[in-house]
């Protein structure tokens, strides 16, 4: 048989989804993982030229 759920019950339970909810939607940022501008702009632009590049030269078929 299932719980009879009171409005106590129901108001916990959705006071703890909301909390979940705001959790996931405002992640708190790690400390020390801030990304520098320019070290994002050398990474960009070598994979860029990465990609790119020409491709390999295939063997000839004899």
């Known amino acids: 048989m299932l719980p009879v759920e009171t ?3 129901t108001s916990a339970r959705t006071e703890k989804l909301a909390e979940d909810v705001e959790g996931l939607l ?3 940022e790690a400390d020390g993982s801030f990304h ?7 990474l960009l632009i ?11 030269p295939r063997p000839t078929k004899r």
């Open 26 to 28: 405002n992640p708190v």
């Open 7 to 9: 409005p106590s019950t």
């Open 36 to 42: 520098d501008s320019a070290e994002c702009l050398v």
């Open 46 to 56: 070598g994979g860029a030229g990465f990609l790119l590049s020409p491709p390999a």
